[in-house]
Nanobody, 124 residues
Framework: QVQVVESGGGLVQAGGSLRLSCAAS????????MGWFRQAPGKEREFVAA????????YYGDDVQGRFTMSRDNAKNTVHLQMNSLKPEDTAVYYC?????????????????WGQGTQVTVSS
């Protein structure tokens, strides 16, 4: 069984920064793509960023491009999301997701393993 665990959420003022981390674990699991999504109250889940291990490509959603940076540890299955210049509209539950097969990185149906989510709140 694969577990995906996020950490690092919290409350920050507008203009501040937060760093989220995510680790996917499972006895035989090796992630192909790991991604971040977010969901604000009353809104649909939205793509934030994703990293594909095979070619080290990183993808970003339009709303976070230039402000958020996704990175990975040398240990496979661990990624981070550095969020800078945060805005109140970034407030949401942030979910990490992982898949062991290739797919479209910015589509949530690509991922079969999801974390419980971590709350990020940006005050104005």
């Amino acid at each position: 069984q694969v577990q995906v665990v996020e950490s690092g959420g919290g409350l920050v003022q507008a203009g501040g920064s937060l760093r989220l981390s995510c680790a996917a674990s499972g006895r035989t699991f090796s992630s192909y793509i790991m991604g971040w999504f977010r969901q604000a109250p009353g809104k649909e889940r939205e793509f934030v960023a994703a990293f594909r291990w095979s070619d080290s490509l990183t993808y970003y959603g339009d709303d976070v491009q230039g402000r958020f940076t996704m990175s990975r540890d040398n240990a496979k299955n661990t990624v981070h999301l550095q969020m800078n210049s945060l805005k109140p509209e970034d407030t949401a539950v942030y979910y990490c997701a992982a898949t062991g097969i290739d797919g479209v990185a910015w589509r949530d149906e690509t991922y079969e393993h999801w974390g419980q989510g971590t709350q990020v709140t940006v005050s104005s």
